[in-house]
């Protein structure tokens, strides 16, 4: 059961674009939201985050949009340059009755940022 | 501020044989978490340590196991290795309890089982 669903697997957008990456949930019990970025051969680096008693949250180039009633959020990074090229992954928390830190993560959406 | 560090980086093990792996957190952090990456099944959570106790666990199988140090360093063991355990087995670090502080992640372990 996929809880956090990317159903684009890739994205293609040109240098200085906007670059929308979506992100989907199923559990409403999920109230935190993360967004993380990842080249090959190293860890997630933290990007954004967005508590659901907020819609918009935004930070330089990335903002991140959360729709609670179509349980929806998505990422815009504008402009998009070529370092940006690599995998978005969306992550949710809850709290699950005790102070954890448990994320449940997307598939990732491969972004790639042409010259 | 030195980021989360992971030892090994890389790892052949042979089938039935069992793997401990390495995670020191960010200083001051004392929330530390195991994923794991894989292609086909993505990340996945492992469990969660804070103040040497475990608060969470995912949905694995007993042979996967961990522990924390009263430094906050943390240590996954892997025991009788299966071919599917091959992955990419992550650490993150947070500030502290509670689902709403970011965590940050080392750069990874590569096992590879044969």
């Known amino acids: 059961d996929q809880q956090v669903k990317q159903n684009s697997p890739s994205l293609s957008v040109q240098e200085g674009r906007i670059s929308i990456l979506n992100c989907d949930y199923t559990?409403?019990?999920?109230?935190?939201f993360l967004w993380y970025k990842k080249y090959p051969a190293e860890g997630p680096t933290f990007l954004i985050s967005?508590?659901?008693?907020?819609d918009k949250n935004e930070d330089g180039r990335f903002t991140v949009f959360l729709n609670k009633s179509a349980k929806h959020l998505s990422l815009h990074i504008v402009p998009s340059q070529p370092g940006d090229s690599a995998v978005y992954f969306c992550?949710?928390?809850?709290?699950?009755?005790?102070?954890?830190?448990?994320?449940?993560f997307g598939t990732g959406t491969l972004l790639a940022v042409q010259p | 501020k030195a980021g989360v560090t992971q030892t090994p980086r890389y790892l052949i093990k042979t089938r039935g044989q069992q793997v401990t792996l390495s995670c020191s957190p960010i200083?001051?952090?004392?929330?530390v978490s195991w994923y794991q990456q894989t292609p086909g099944q993505g990340l996945q959570f492992l469990f969660e340590?804070?103040?040497?106790?475990?608060?969470n666990k995912g949905n694995f199988p007993g042979r996967f196991s961990g522990r924390q140090f009263s430094n906050s360093r943390s240590e996954m063991n892997v025991s009788t290795l299966e071919l599917g355990d091959s992955a990419l087995y992550l650490c993150?670090?947070?500030?502290?309890?509670?689902?709403?502080?970011?965590?940050?992640f080392g750069p990874g372990t590569r096992l590879t089982v044969t």
């Open positions: 200083s001051g952090h004392r929330s």
């Open positions: 340590y804070f103040s040497e106790t475990q608060r």
């Open positions: 993150a670090s947070s500030l502290a309890g509670g689902h709403r502080y970011e965590q940050y």
């Open positions: 559990n409403s019990m999920f109230d935190y």
């Open positions: 992550a949710a928390s809850a709290n699950y009755g005790g102070a954890t830190n448990k994320l449940i």
């Open positions: 967005i508590s659901s008693i907020k």
